[in-house]
């Protein structure tokens, strides 16, 4: 979830395997998406940058500390925006995101961001007066980020906007061809999806497992059913946290029966992909695509959930849309200091950087 910046790195990535992906198959992709129309339900944040000039610093008057000068702020959908700025610039026809945000200055700022994001609709936007809208605020003192400020509600999400988030979520349904969901807050039943949304959830995908839908979450991704998830290394280890470092294949073979499929994303070591009823021994890897020099890994999870969930809409299996998922975020990482995207442009390109060599 590509809300927080992380370090930079230098890296060359392996190869992807041979006829995992094709040329006819990204250009079904990319064919597809225009018609399709994807849900996003999740926690919305503002990502806010105060761009700080040092040679205006001043001392203030009344605490003798530097004030600081800001010249710019610049502000975007961050957390589930992240998720919905990757799907626009895939070329995803529409996109209907479900979330709630407050009805202050921020969620003012954050709405106007939305409205800069083609295909992006607003209403499934709850706006609550008596909530904050998330922000994450950074400030940047020439290239260096200071302290981040960080506003977000700490409190339960009060009972009437669950069931509103649940009525929006009934409502959009049945003209979604997918959704993603976005877990980002960590405080238990303070965000968007809380237990009573999970389970509501759940018991929407079991009356349609053929709509897909991928789950992410920081915290909660073990109280997730009936759908598919996408945890990290670290994350996926909390659905089986009575197993042995070496037996992680077998609890994410024995994890995936709660699952229509796990897609654990390891870093340079691509995507473990896990299925119900797969032994140990019969988990799909999916490697990386090459990538190297510098990288910025801001973002690359929710550029690889859109990725993964354009190609299942466009009729790929699992493990075509893993490796789809993984060329779509061997892009993303070479945009250093920004959140980065894929256009389908970027996508044909990066293709034909790579796909001669697998």
């Known amino acids: ?17 041979p006829l995992m992906l094709t040329t006819d198959l990204i250009e079904r992709v990319l064919a597809t998406i225009p018609d399709r129309t994807v849900g996003v339900l999740g926690d919305l944040f503002l990502d806010r940058y105060l761009d700080i000039d040092p040679a205006r610093n001043e001392p203030s008057v009344e605490t ?36 709630c945000i407050g009805d202050d200055g921020e969620g003012y700022e954050l709405r106007q961001a939305l409205r800069q994001l083609p295909a992006v609709e607003q209403g499934g936007l709850i706006l609550a007066p008596d909530r904050r809208t998330p922000t994450y605020t950074k400030p940047m003192l020439g290239q260096e980020e200071l302290n981040r400020l960080d506003i977000k509600n700490r409190t ?25 969901v976005l877990d980002q807050v960590s405080e238990v039943d303070c965000g968007v999806v809380t237990a009573k949304v999970r389970d509501h959830l ?14 992410d979450s920081r915290e909660q991704i073990g109280l997730f059913r009936n759908v598919c998830v996408k945890p990290n290394r670290a994350e996926a280890e909390k659905l ?15 994890a995936a029966r709660r699952y229509q499929a796990i897609f654990c994303t390891r870093g340079e070591e691509g995507i473990r992909l896990a299925l119900p009823g797969q032994s140990s021994e019969q988990l799909l890897r999916v490697p990386t695509y090459p990538v190297s020099g510098p990288i910025d890994i801001c973002g690359a999870g929710d550029s690889c959930s859109a990725g ?12 075509q849309a893993a490796a789809f998922g993984n060329l779509v975020a061997s892009i993303t ?17 990066r293709w034909r950087e790579v796909g001669a060599l697998v």
């Open 1 to 17: 979830m590509g809300t927080a910046r992380r370090a930079k790195s230098s890296a060359t990535l392996p190869l992807g395997e």
């Open 64 to 99: 003798g500390l530097t004030a600081y000068q800001v010249v710019q702020v610049r502000s975007y959908p961050g957390a589930a925006g992240t998720v919905m700025n990757n799907l626009a610039a895939l070329g995803v026809g529409r996109i209907y995101p479900i979330a």
């Open 156 to 180: 339960p999400t009060p009972a009437g906007i669950q069931d509103h988030i649940i009525e929006l979520l009934d409502e959009a349904w049945p003209q979604l061809d997918a959704l993603l």
């Open 202 to 215: 759940a018991k929407l995908a079991a009356g349609d497992p053929a709509k897909f839908v991928l789950a």
């Open 240 to 254: 089986f946290p009575s197993f042995e470092p070496f037996a992680f294949d077998i609890g994410l073979s024995l």
């Open 308 to 319: 993964i969930a354009s190609a299942m809409v466009s009729g790929l299996t699992h493990e």
């Open 333 to 349: 990482i070479q945009q250093i200091g920004v959140t980065g995207t894929a256009t389908p442009d970027q996508v044909r390109a």
